[in-house]
């Protein structure tokens, strides 16, 4: 009996994931406020594929998806600090995703920043990017390369580092970037795992019979 519990439960288990699984896919990042927290500046760094210095081209322009408002603005890219996989280029022009969330600030026309950023995948758009960590991934930048978090969290102060553009090769140079393994299982491993549970399901039967 209690292997007849044990195997329905793990069945019931499966299933529940399996259905998870599909709603990450199908729901993959559309709310942009469900993101990573960092505590210091360096994990920011490390987590951060792509590091630009640009000026916002463009104001914020509102879009609805599923009910959700998003924002997009178009960056001019100034200088490349970092991108690992070296698609972009000064004076290009990039698409920025926003939610304008506390979480999420909107950037401003002309204002020149200094932004922590990855390609966004999901289905609101195609070809933009999000900034990692949000409002902690956002700084302004001004005339002298001084940076102002726009959040209240500024990762530089809680780091004990000095917030000035002209440190930031060093900071990345010492915390290069290491992607976030995807705990997520594929098809293959999800299918592979089912098929043993219920395998395990029918001996526990036959054991009970």
């Given at each position: 009996m209690k292997k007849w519990m044990i195997g329905m439960i793990s069945v019931a288990v499966i299933a529940g994931y399996i259905m998870f699984s599909e709603m990450l896919k199908e729901e993959n990042t559309s709310d942009l406020a469900v993101t990573e927290s960092f505590r210091h500046i360096d994990d920011l760094a490390t987590r951060s594929?792509?590091?630009?210095?640009?000026?916002?081209s463009s104001a914020p322009k509102p879009f609805t998806h599923q009910s959700v408002t998003f924002f997009e603005s178009h960056i001019q890219v100034q200088r490349v600090y970092r991108d690992v996989n070296g698609q972009l280029k000064s004076a290009d022009t990039i698409t920025l995703l926003q939610n304008d969330m506390e979480e999420d600030p909107l950037v401003k026309?002309?204002?020149?920043?200094?932004?922590?950023l990855q390609r966004y995948e999901g289905p609101v758009m195609e070809n933009a990017y999000r900034i990692v960590g949000l409002q902690q991934g956002y700084f302004k930048v001004n005339r002298t390369g001084t940076l102002t978090?726009?959040?209240?969290?500024?990762?530089?102060?809680?780091?004990?580092?000095?917030a000035d553009l002209s440190k930031l090769e060093a900071l990345l140079k010492d915390h290069p970037y290491v992607a976030e393994k995807n705990d997520v299982m594929t098809d293959e491993e999800i299918e592979a795992f089912n098929e043993n549970e219920e395998r395990l399901f029918e001996e526990s039967q036959?054991?009970?019979e």
């Open positions: 594929p792509i590091v630009i210095v640009g000026k916002v026309r002309d204002e020149t920043v200094l932004l922590y978090s726009v959040g209240e969290s500024n990762l530089y102060q809680k780091s004990g580092l000095s036959q054991h009970d």
